[in-house]
Nanobody, 122 residues
Framework: VQLVESGGGLVQAGGSLRLSCVASGRTFSSYVMAWFRQAPGKEREFVAAIMWIGGRTYYADSVKGRFTISRDNAKNTVYLQMNSLKPEDTAVYYC????????????????WGQGTQVTVSS
């Protein structure tokens, strides 16, 4: 499985961005797709996840109500719509795929993309 993210950039506080993650390879076995983020000097943290089958979604409290994760199974693509961005959302955003385990834990994910930088200015 290969994951390629895009859509990051520089935006002012209150603005919006949409991230995309295109999956290729043996994606039919995907269990959950998720976005994590990592700010400088911090651990990679969970942001949002979506079940590949059924589409149930999960969010970190810090982004609930502002971010929306979605998927297009036909395109093997997962999106993260980010609205009302804050400076504390600044981080490298990574797309991950888990074949099993809890969506919340980084250790459940066996494939990662290269990351895309999101910078929110105040």
């Amino acid at each position: 499985v290969q994951l390629v993210e895009s859509g990051g950039g520089l935006v002012q506080a209150g603005g919006s961005l949409r991230l995309s993650c295109v999956a290729s390879g043996r994606t039919f076995s995907s269990y959950v797709m998720a976005w994590f983020r990592q700010a400088p000097g911090k651990e990679r943290e969970f942001v949002a996840a979506i079940m590949w089958i059924g589409g149930r979604t999960y969010y970190a409290d810090s982004v609930k109500g502002r971010f929306t994760i979605s998927r297009d199974n036909a395109k093997n693509t997962v999106y993260l719509q980010m609205n009302s961005l804050k400076p504390e959302d600044t981080a490298v955003y990574y797309c991950g795929r888990a074949g099993s385990g809890s969506y919340y834990f980084r250790s459940s994910y066996d494939y990662w993309g290269q990351g895309t930088q999101v910078t929110v200015s105040s």
